[in-house]
């Protein structure tokens, strides 16, 4: 494997590894009947995406300074639009009302539809190859949470169900149809414009549930939570995708969503709220060969050199 491929794929495992952990981390946050003392999902987008649209502009202080060509800026208040505005605000909105369990399994629907969206966006073939790996990792993450959480009394909703699908929906048109312009600038770059848009939208959208939280009724684990979603989940997380973009397919990236749910179950295992049996292990073990059947398949281009290679051979 390549070195920029190997740098791709860790920066991957680190930000769903964190994902992994955020979906429960999230939901001690929200507002919600059982969570009388947290912050409104739309206030929570407000702190989520203007916390993180500051830190990206801090952190290109410190970089060479890159110019995006006027016409660039478009695309990227297109990619800012399906990757974080509505990604993130219907995630939020769909977690606030439904479980941490329903949005897990919902996420799980994202590299089926970035394989999808892929044929359609860049022409990339769905062969066997992939379309099994996509399947037997799927497999392995649905597992993985309904036995994870069997004995979770919380239940989910179909509006939030709906809207959880909403944002994975969002989230695998971010990875297909926006690639080309996340491809010309660095990550850093790519992610202060962003989210110096999502600041924009969301604070017209929702600046005035964000004033009304009072900060000092809010208990510590609510700001741990909430510091956790802007400076691990949202900053560092979203820097790793657009560094992995540069090096490898949407389709793979996607594949790296089912990640998720293994991480959230290794940390109750480290610290001792559960235990690694038989079962999750195989579903884990499913993800990871499905990862890697994905990584695997042949791309369009891999494809097309194959066939001009044949047509050479038979010259």
Known sequence: MERGALKGHAALLLANVIWGLNTPICKTVLLSPENPNGISHSAMSVYRLVGTFLLFWLA????????????DLGGLFVASLFGIQLDQIFFLWGLSLSSPINISIIATSVPILTMILAMLFLREPITPLKAGGVALGAAGAILLILVSNHAEGGTGSLLGDIIGLLSSVCYAIYLTACRKTILKYSPVTTMKWMFFFAAIVVSALYYRPALEVDFTALPARVW?????????STFLAYL????????LRPTVISMYNYIQPVAAVLLTVIIGLDTLGFTKTAAALCIFAGVWLVTKSKSRAQLDAAKMNSKRSKQ
């Open 60 to 71: 290109s202080a410190f970089l060479p300074r890159e110019r995006v060509a006027w016409r």
């Open 224 to 232: 741990s939570g909430a510091l956790y979603a802007i400076v691990l």
């Open 240 to 247: 790793m995708i657009p560094f992995a973009q540069h090096y």
